[in-house]
DNA sequence: CGCCTATAGCTAGCATTGCTATATGTAGCG
DNA sequence: CGCTACATATAGCAATGCTAGCTATAGGCG
């Protein structure tokens, strides 16, 4: 998968991972590898700064947690997230609609 | 349609558009909004850099035609860029299938 | 104990890329 | 003559995901 394939779309699958339930960083990445049948296997200096622009927006609201000594930052879905999931789903459908349209073109049926 | 939700995917609208026939590039944009349903209206500023760029990489090549007194760049497919759409197909169909597997995940069905 | 792996987090800097803004020039209409 | 549509072009910006590198704990193995 082309790296740069992601962009523009990554706010959006944290969201929907978030929507589940809270969860910190690195089950996140767990969470997107299984929920995309191991297409985006996503590097940790992809997710984190991602989170972090999610928190300064507003979406995600983050806590510390210490879990077996270790320190744990969970996210969860804040109500403006929930908001702005529902209108990323929206930019998705109609965006991959139209783009599924355009690939689908072939010569033959040129109808002109 | 936000901006950047197309990073990554432009050259493959665009490669798909010429495989109907060769085009200029005023036209491109032309059918790329009539093909999407006017979800994509390209700005000039997106299209040609992005259709240098295509020939730079080989997949598209370039002529000069007047046509009524005006110049015109036609473009066409190259051999390479009919294998390079091939790809762009198959990577377009698994990354709008994992990311639309991840936004259909719900709450509820938790199943854990 | 020392080493490695898995877990868990962080950041600086890079490269790519689409967009905005601006520019040039022709054809045709009122 | 001015306006609009057609047609191409580029400089510079802003955003964003990735690479690479770093810190730190827990636990297994030799």
Chains 1, 2 share one sequence.
Do not use: C, N
């Not at 978030?18 to 200096?45: K, M, N």
């Not at 929930?82 to 033959?108: G, H, I, K, N, Y």
Request: proline share 5%; net charge positive.
């Amino acid at each position: 998968m082309r790296p740069e394939a992601l962009k523009g779309h990554l706010d959006a699958l944290l969201l929907a991972v978030l929507e589940a339930g809270p969860q910190h960083g690195y089950a996140v990445i767990d969470t997107v590898r299984e929920g995309s049948g191991g297409t985006f296997d996503l590097p940790t200096g992809t997710v984190y700064p991602a989170l972090h622009r999610l928190e300064r927006s507003g979406f995600v609201h983050s806590r510390w947690d210490t879990v077996g000594g270790r320190r744990r930052r969970t996210y969860e879905l804040t109500l403006a997230g929930r908001q702005a999931l529902m209108a990323e789903r929206d930019v998705w459908d109609t965006f991959s609609t139209a783009v599924s349209a355009l690939l689908a073109r072939r010569p033959w049926p040129t109808t002109s």
